[in-house]
């Protein structure tokens, strides 16, 4: 039953995007994930997006691990590349597919156990680099395929289904992406694709390592009174220091705000995140305020989300490493091996 195919038939007079698709053409396999779970809520904002963007799909490498969350990405942009990975190693494996062919647009899919446990070291590598991609981190707080163990992401204090408390400090995924030198640094909640669609979006268009750490809760495991990740804690402690807007860099910018409502951050692309300033001394451009303001509302109880960090002036691996503009995996023998005079000249160079 794991892989249901949908039916291709679709209305005919459904909405197509400037690159002549409709949203269904970004669908994948029917969902046999849990009903209800939040997973599939990120899944459809991330069908909604790339539908958004005037992605072509075939443009797009989708990776994963291994999880529930990590099975996702069966759910969506079907006619996309796809990776499915060993558990936690998804970082690895999206650097290698990067180096090899800048040209794609890299999505990782990840979940909490599959980043901040087995995979933690893999994450954090990955986001010092500055590999060029999106990664979404679907975070319940347990390991939701193997039935509901704590994750590293469970907070102090949160109860287990049975009721047991969990003692020990939690990973907080959104601060340590801040602390690893990831450039671009959201956190949403699955409930809220209001906010998530337009975080995904900026994400994409995002010149470097961006993260979005979405609270996403596990309603089989994890969605009990006493838990920090189930739907009713986070609609009550959800605390949005941002609205986020996003304009692609070919789309004109009409509305009109009062000076100071709004934040424009230009990206390297041309592209425009627009934010509409829901906390007036909140600034996504300072990275350590941010992470302060991370801590100190999480030590309140409270999940801040929005657009945490941005830096407007973000390198990717690439230009750090200075590749030729040419996809790797396009260059021929004669490119890749100049030949032993060429070899002989360098190593004189270096005695
Ligand atoms: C090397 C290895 N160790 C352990 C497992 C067992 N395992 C499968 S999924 C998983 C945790 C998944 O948790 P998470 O990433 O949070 O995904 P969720 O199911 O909650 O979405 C574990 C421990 C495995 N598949 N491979
Ligand atoms: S077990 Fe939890 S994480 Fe897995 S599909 Fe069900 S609700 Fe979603
Ligand atoms: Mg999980």
Redesign the pocket.
């Known amino acids: 039953m794991t892989y249901i195919a949908k039916p291709k038939l679709h209305h005919p007079t459904l909405a197509k995007n400037r690159v002549g698709y409709t949203r269904r053409d970004y669908e994948g396999k029917i969902s046999t994930l849990c009903a209800g779970c939040g997973?599939d809520s990120i899944s459809a904002a991330i069908i909604q997006a790339c539908w958004e963007l005037d992605i072509e799909p075939h443009r797009v490498a989708k990776l994963s691990?291994?999880?529930?969350?990590?099975?996702t990405p069966d759910y969506f942009l079907g006619n996309s590349h796809g990776f499915n990975t060993?558990?936690?190693r998804m970082p690895s494996v999206l650097t290698g597919a990067n180096l090899a062919n800048r040209e794609l647009i890299y999505l990782g899919v990840?979940?909490?156990?599959?980043?901040?446990?087995?995979g933690l070291g893999q994450f954090a590598h990955v986001l010092r680099r500055g590999v060029n991609m999106t990664y979404i981190v679907?975070?319940?707080g347990?390991?939701?395929?193997?039935k509901g163990?704590f994750?590293a992401t469970a907070d102090k204090g949160s109860k287990s289904k049975r009721g047991q408390a969990n003692n020990d400090t939690p990973i907080d995924l959104a601060s340590l992406a801040l602390v690893m030198g990831a450039t671009f640094v959201g956190r949403s909640f699955s409930g809220d694709k209001a906010q998530l669609v337009p975080l995904i979006r900026a994400a994409i268009a995002h010149p470097g390592a961006a993260v979005i750490d979405v609270v996403?809760p596990?309603i089989a495991f994890n969605n009990h009174s006493g838990s920090t990740k189930s739907y009713d804690y986070v609609r009550e402690h959800n605390e949005a220091v941002n609205r986020l807007d996003f304009f692609p860099h070919r789309e004109e910018i009409t509305a009109e705000y009062a000076e100071g409502e709004v934040i424009d951050v230009r990206q390297h692309d041309g592209s425009i995140v627009r934010l509409r300033k829901l906390h007036a001394d909140y600034d996504p451009t300072d990275r350590v305020r941010a992470m302060t303001y991370v801590q100190e509302h999480a030590a309140r109880g409270e999940v801040v989300t929005g657009l945490l960090y941005v830096d407007p002036d973000a390198r990717d691996l690439h230009r750090q490493i200075d590749t030729v503009d040419t996809p790797l995996n396009t260059l021929g023998a004669a490119e890749l091996c100049p030949g032993s005079a060429v070899l002989e000249k360098i190593n004189a160079s270096l005695r």
């Not at 347990?142 to 193997?146: F, I, P, R, S």
Request: with cysteine; proline share 0%.
């Open positions: 997973h691990g291994i999880g529930c969350s990590s099975k060993v558990h936690g990840s979940g909490d156990g599959d980043s901040a446990s087995i679907e975070n319940n347990v390991y939701g395929l193997t163990q994750s996403s596990c």
